[in-house]
């Protein structure tokens, strides 16, 4: 069952919580590990400063998203996105 921390924050441990719905919520700060989000929809959320490692991105669409900054593997997404919109249709 989930607990609440003397902080106030939500700690919830090997609980099934498929289904459901997070709105207007605060999770700044959040910790996530060994979490199943698959077939989770983000709509209007701000991943700003987050971290991703050790995920599993198969199948994963990210649109009207701003890029500024992001890093996949140490590399900028803004000058992959630019070099492939330079060769057209990404072929070498």
């Not at 060994?34 to 199948?59: E, K, Q």
């Not at 900028?76 to 330079?86: K, S």
């Amino acid at each position: 069952m989930a607990t609440i921390s003397e902080g106030g924050a939500l700690v919830a441990q090997a609980e099934n919580l498929a289904g459901s719905e997070f709105r207007d919520v605060n999770l700044s700060a959040s910790r996530f590990d060994d979490v199943n989000l698959r077939g989770a929809v983000f709509t209007n959320v701000a991943l700003s400063g987050a971290t991703i490692r050790d995920a599993c991105l198969a199948d994963v669409s990210i649109a009207s998203a701003a890029y500024d900054g992001m890093r996949i593997e140490g590399i900028l997404v803004t000058e992959l996105l630019r070099v492939y919109r330079e060769r057209g249709d990404g072929a070498g």
